[in-house]
């Protein structure tokens, strides 16, 4: 082990966790040629060709989405130059690959992983990171700091598993209604949401095949931000609805097109060419607007408040290479 200087420096090339705590009480991890450490305030990220700092609070937002979400669909940036590539079986860790500067200047650096790998060492930089009181899934407002030096944990926060539902919330088997008793109450700016739920009146022999639930009032029991849920499944289609306020913690480069349907609020998406980061447009949407979003961009949205939001996703593994072939628009509309 070299000594702790506060340099960011990566002890061995082997995957995992480095075995002493840095002074701070955090863990040093590496990944490929990758190295992980934190202090009070910041990640510190460094790969063969440089290094890269952000603030804890906004990469450890950023990993817990990228963990719980299996790399989600396409690109996770944490920021503007570190980020993930979901090749579903393997994925990408990459610094500067898609931020012109750094193409240029040839200082970009990218390794392919396994998927179990990398997700492994992730959880680890995740479970270690976050301290008592931080819930990186939650609002600002209802969260404790992520900040200091190493203080207890929040591993029941941080290894909460995503909401999928097989077939619908609500029916038998599938994924349960939300209601005070199972630990879901109203959250504090969802207080005016109705809270009935409809009543079904299935013809006999139909009681596990019919269903419906109140969608607002399910959404207005969510104690996290910027994390869809599945909540309805036919097929590829896939309703996934979340609720959001502050900051989506990543910018996500798509590999396929995603329409949003903002079910309340407000939310402005700040849109960017994909691989380049060339800004592309502002996008403000106001409750019942609904938006394509293609599938060579990458998103970023602010929510003034929590707001609801309807993400349609196309579940096909097939959709990627369609697409990158230009066998299928990335655009799902023309005007
Ligand atoms: C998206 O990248 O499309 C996305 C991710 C998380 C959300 C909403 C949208 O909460
Ligand atoms: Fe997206």
């Known amino acids: 082990m070299s000594s702790d200087t506060g340099s ?3 002890d061995t090339p082997a995957t995992g966790s480095l075995a002493e705590p840095n002074r701070h009480g955090y863990h040093r991890f590496s990944l490929g040629e990758f190295g992980f450490e934190r202090d009070e305030y910041f990640a510190h990220i460094t790969w063969p060709t440089g290094a890269h700092v952000m603030s804890v609070d906004s990469f450890l937002r950023a990993l817990q989405r990228d963990v719980a979400w299996n790399f989600f669909y396409g690109i996770v940036n944490f920021d503007g130059v570190f980020g993930t590539v979901n090749h579903y079986g393997t994925v990408d860790i990459f610094a500067g690959r898609y931020n012109d500067a750094y193409r240029k200047a040839e200082l970009d650096y990218l390794e392919n992983l ?3 790998d990398i997700r492994g060492v992730f959880m680890a930089i995740l479970d270690d990171w976050t301290n008592e009181g931080f819930d990186p899934f939650a609002s600002p407002a209802e969260t404790g700091t992520a900040f200091g030096e190493k203080h207890g944990s929040n591993t029941a926060a941080v290894s909460r598993v995503r909401v999928e539902a097989k077939r619908m919330v609500g029916l038998p088997g599938d994924e349960k209604i939300r209601d005070d008793a199972g630990g879901h109450p109203v959250n504090r700016q969802f207080a005016d949401v109705a809270q009935d739920e409809p009543v079904v009146e299935a013809r006999p022999g139909y009681e596990d095949r019919v269903g419906g639930f109140n969608l607002a009032a399910y959404l207005s029991r969510s104690p996290v931000t910027w994390n ?3 909540v309805s499944v036919c097929r590829d289609s896939l309703m996934c609805p979340t609720t959001e306020e502050y900051i989506l913690p990543i910018i996500h480069g798509n590999d396929r097109a995603e329409w949003f349907v903002l079910l309340s609020d407000e939310i402005v998406w700040e849109v960017e060419d994909r691989d380049s980061g060339a800004k592309r447009a502002t996008v403000t949407m106001k409750a019942g607007d609904v938006a394509a979003m293609p599938a ?3 998103h970023q949205g602010y929510a003034p408040k929590r707001s609801m939001l309807l993400v349609w996703e196309n579940g096909s593994a097939d959709l990627p290479a ?9 655009r799902p509309v023309e005007f």
């Open 8 to 10: 960011v420096q990566v």
């Open 296 to 298: 060579d961009i990458r």
């Open 228 to 230: 869809p849920s599945i």
């Open 322 to 330: 369609l697409i990158s072939s230009g066998q299928v628009s990335a």
């Open 114 to 116: 396994e998927t179990d």
